[in-house]
């Protein structure tokens, strides 16, 4: 047989080594920008065009290299970071895989500039698809920078999958917050289609925050501080009333480089147990510094995810750290006895008056009269005893009659009604009217139909209905705004502010008006008619957070993301108790409902059980 096996050639192994560095433009955002921070700048500016499609630069001034390093920093495992396998144990750099220039530049049109600060001119590279088209002498400043154009030219079915600008340059930011957030001593600017989205100057870690997340951010700020001999934990989390219903806030760094894990994850929300609903994710930026030896970051190509070596200890360490600093800045309550939801009153009696249970005499009574035929018990005289007065004897009558037979069972009900009764008295009307809806475990609305009953899903009836009113608003554009007596100032980071401009019409046509007042802040004047006015900030908030998410994934129209999201977050919840009135207009306004059987996310919103189908069980 004749041989078959051949080494490939260098530019399909780097087309093939890029599949795994480079996903979409944000990845080569990260790349350039590690190497601009590797190369120890104070400034680092980065340029996007089209959601980094077009063009990706970043400009430093860094160390910048030599001719013979510039030419060797696009070859594969070419690294001036790690000699040998043991430095992967002492690392102080973010790259040292040497294999992200050479996949870079396998995939795209590449162009460096570049000088150390000792040489007097520098040299510019152009390599397209890892072929080097020129390489020249160039005045240029102390530093490199590095662009990338027409990224996937070669990978026609990599460039078709990516998404929308908009998408990509939301991808983009991301990865700008968390290589920017890693380092507050270094300057970034950042521009998107010629407009500066960022301008964050050096700080600490707290102003960071604060620049990128806007001013409202600070308030939300619990510091977090330990130093044990394995780790050093700083940073901040979110106090727990603004826990998020997504995650967006969450931010781990392990020597200054962020990580994913989900483990530590745990370790941070598990802390939070017990102070945040249970379907809200806490904020947090935590930095953890721990012995470079101890951990072992080559394990994933993008080196987001470190190997520990004693998870457990840091886990450990890392949950009681947070729980320190939540009961230190007075956010946990002090005492804290278990919850007895016994204890609870019943939510729809919450607002209403206490009735006192009346005590009436009855004036006419005579113990000693023969014929009112009663115990002298009843001199209590309280009047729902005095209800049953009458029926006294025919209640015995109908216990003594056998067990199983109905009248037991009714005269049961009598007495617990007449307990009761004076001072539950809604309680008694329901008891008695028509019931024809009731919720089961604050979670479903069960209500008969003609053909049997139907069990409903109170959040996702109302999501639907919710969605559909919205979105009928958004289209026939009228609305019922409330105005607000107080207006209200609400800031928001850049990347918020777009997406709000960018949803502007639509929020107008639901009912928010608002004006601009500078780069960060809004004046709400008025809101929606189904928002509180002391909800609005929360609203917004996960209204654009979960229109960055959805917009990543496929949807229509933006009304329709709109309506949604919407829905989902003013929607009445599991767990919620609904007075009976609110149940039967939310069984009415559902199957008003265009579409009623499933939610605006695709999902069931009730089942039906006919005659025959409980028959069936009966048998
Ligand atoms: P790595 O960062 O893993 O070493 P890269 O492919 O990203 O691999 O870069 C290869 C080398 O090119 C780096 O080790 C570094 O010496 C050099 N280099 C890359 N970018 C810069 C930069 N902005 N300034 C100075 N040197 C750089
Ligand atoms: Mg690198």
Redesign the pocket.
């Known amino acids: 047989m004749a041989d078959i096996i051949k080494l490939l050639p260098d530019h399909v192994a780097n087309q093939i080594a890029a599949g795994e560095v480079v996903q979409r433009p944000a990845s080569v955002v990260k ?1 350039l920008l ?3 921070i ?2 120890q700048s104070n400034t680092i500016k980065l340029i996007v065009k089209d959601g980094g499609k077009s063009l990706i630069q970043v400009v ?1 001034d ?4 030599s001719t013979t ?1 510039a030419r060797l ?1 696009f070859e594969r495992h ?4 790690i000699q040998k396998a043991e430095d992967l144990f002492n690392l102080h750099t973010k ?8 996949s870079i530049a396998a995939i795209a049109h590449v162009e460096m500039q ?1 000088r150390p600060e000792e040489e007097e001119v520098g040299t510019q590279l152009k390599i397209e698809g890892s072929e080097v088209v020129s390489q020249e002498v160039c005045v240029t400043p102390k530093g ?1 920078s ?1 662009s990338v154009k027409n990224l996937f030219f070669n990978i026609p079915a990599r460039r078709n999958f990516l998404k929308s600008n908009q998408v990509e340059l939301r991808h983009i930011t991301d990865e700008f917050h968390r290589v920017v957030l890693a380092h507050p001593n270094i300057t970034f600017h950042f521009y998107s289609n010629g407009s500066e989205l960022f301008n964050l100057p050096k700080s600490n870690y707290r102003q960071r925050i604060v620049h990128i997340f806007g001013t409202r951010a600070n308030a939300k700020l619990v510091p977090v501080k330990e130093e044990t001999n394995v780790i050093k934990i700083q940073g901040f989390i979110h106090k727990p009333e603004f826990a998020k219903k997504s995650r967006g806030e969450q931010f781990f760094f392990v020597n200054h480089r962020f990580i994913k894990s989900p483990y530590l994850n745990h370790a941070v929300v598990s802390a939070f147990e017990g102070l945040i609903k249970t379907d809200t994710y806490p904020g947090y930026f935590l930095y953890l510094e721990v012995d470079p030896s101890s951990i072992d970051i080559n394990i994933h190509p993008t080196k987001t995810e470190v190997k520990f070596d004693d998870e457990h200890t840091l886990y450990a360490i890392l949950r009681s750290t947070v729980k320190h600093s939540l009961g230190q800045f007075n956010i946990v309550p002090a005492l804290d006895f278990e919850h007895d939801q016994n204890l609870d009153t019943p939510y729809a009696y919450k607002n209403k008056e206490a009735k006192q249970p009346q005590v009436s005499v009855d004036a006419q009574f005579n113990p000693f009269l023969e014929t009112s035929g009663r115990s002298s018990f009843t001199k209590q005289g309280h009047s729902a005893v005095r209800k049953t007065r009458g029926q006294w004897e025919s209640m015995y009558v109908g216990m003594d009659q056998s067990v199983g037979d109905d009248t037991s069972f009714s005269s049961v009900h009598l007495e617990s009604d007449t307990i009761t009764g004076s001072v539950f008295e809604d309680q008694l009307d329901v008891a008695h009217s028509v019931a024809t809806t009731f919720q089961l475990r604050r979670k479903y609305i069960v209500t008969s139909i003609k053909s049997g009953m139907v069990v409903i899903d109170q959040n996702r009836a109302h999501q639907r209905v919710l969605y559909e009113k919205l979105l009928r608003n958004m289209t026939v554009k009228q609305s019922v705004s409330q105005q607000l007596l107080f207006p209200l100032t609400l800031s928001f980071t850049k990347s918020d502010r777009a997406i709000l401009e960018e949803i502007r019409k639509d929020l107008t046509h639901i009912g928010f008006v608002f004006e601009t007042l500078d780069e960060e802040s809004l004046k709400i004047t008025g809101v929606p008619l189904l928002i509180p006015e002391n909800e609005v900030g929360t609203v917004l908030d996960q209204l654009i957070s979960d229109y960055r998410q959805e917009i990543a994934g496929e949807s229509f129209s933006q009304a329709d993301i709109l309506s949604k999201t919407l829905s989902k977050s003013l929607s009445v919840k599991t767990g919620e108790v609904l007075e009976c009135s609110s149940q039967l207009a939310l069984v009415n306004d559902l199957f008003a409902c265009k579409e009623s059987r499933v939610s605006p996310f695709n999902k069931p919103i009730y089942i039906m059980l006919t005659e025959q189908d409980i028959e069936k069980k009966f048998i």
């Open positions: 790349e590690e190497n601009a590797d190369a430093d860094g160390i910048g290299m390093d920093s070419a690294t001036s970071k790259g040292f895989r040497g294999e992200a220039l050479a570049t490199t590095l």
